[in-house]
DNA sequence: AAGTGGTCTAGACCACCGA
DNA sequence: CGGTGGTCTAGACCACTTT
């Protein structure tokens, strides 16, 4: 190739509208093969070489691309070693995902008690969050989130049964986006999150074993898989009485 | 230069302890000078080949660096343009870092009322914060924050009067960061917020003109400067009644 | 037409890792 | 030792903006 644009390749389209860089349709191209399984979390990719072979580009041009999927941590490059799958274990959800943290101590994850798990057909609300059509069958998850004992979250969670086939009859796991990814082939890849103070009804009241009007905040988050689908809404209603959600910006 | 290292430039150090990559010394050499005033909020910085020349690196090295300035939001890129200095104008601050919108509509900056602004010396808690000895003199202001006549934040901020001589003084804008960075020199980069769900106390319902008891958003906020020194503390409580804070991970 | 940043390529040397 | 990613350079062509 002498120089630049996404030409040159014998047989390549003749660079129609909208544009996209060489580097960006080799990031969206890595991408796929991995949401298609090509390559596991937590396995190397192949070298910068031999994907620039692969795929026709030089090296600097999957290096950007592999760069860029690193900063939007879909991949881990290691000196030395190689380019890997990120993993969704627990140690990265817990600092990607998960923001509440002690006022004071270490930040641990928190144990989980699912106290009902159904299916059922989607809410407006769940449709319209999800993308769905109206009454697709969705799954609802209920469950209390305790640190050292004490219930400190109380969640409800919506997911489109037709994503999670039998997720309704398995073990649920403290961290479900692991569950997700391992069993279903979905990695959780960013997410939206509102979060607003809200009054404990008695029902939360006595979920979280406190008095009702507590103070609670409410995190209402939509997750997103890698190619952008709408996978899960969950609603934490959270106790901050000792603990707080940490964020930086800038 | 034949290939690499931080090497070459006749007279340069001759690659010591704690190694930096020379397109992470340009970031840097170019913040300090940023930090120094030699180029304003809003103008335009050198073209790559300039600064290229300036600094006797390739072209390639500062446009790593100021890719990675662009990134960090210190500068800003326009094609056929230039690179110009980041602008802490309301449109910035308000999707950098004011996180409140509105449950439906526009978000909109909302209008300030200074209810007060004197110095004190720093309480325990200012002091470890921003980084002070104990009772260094510091600027506490109270404020109330409204969207269309309503009520919503009130906040309380301590700053450094050393760093900002005569701000109390001064005619306060809803835009503080506007302020610090036009009248002080001091660009806010970052920001450490903690969040929590509080009950208003009788003071709290007063100043926002609801029921005591109310829950709220408490954002705990220090801010930054391009060099890392914290500058500000705010404490923020919010109704989220009809505004939320909203966010985005991954 | 001239200048800017945006993209792509190619080749070099380096630090790091594992066998 | 050979292979990997990390950095640096140099030169080319592109699209965009202004003159």
Redesign the pocket.
Known sequence: ??????EETPGAEP?ELG?R????QVRDALIRRIVDGAWLPGQP?P????LAADLG?????V??A??AMASENLVV???????YVARHDDERVLFQFFKLVPDEGERSFPQSQVLSCIAAPASAAEAELLRLKPATRIIRIFRIRSIEGRPVVAETLSLPEALFPGLSDMELPNNLYGLYAMSFGLSVASTTEKLKAVSATSEDASALQVAPGTALLEIDRVAFSLDQTPIEWRVSLCLTETMHYETHLG
Do not use: C
Request: aromatic content about 6%.
């Open positions: 190739m002498s120089g630049s644009g996404p660079a544009f860089p060489l580097y960006r990719l070298s910068e070489m031999q580009v030089s090296q600097g041009t290096r950007k592999l760069d490059r290691r000196q030395g070693r190689g380019t």
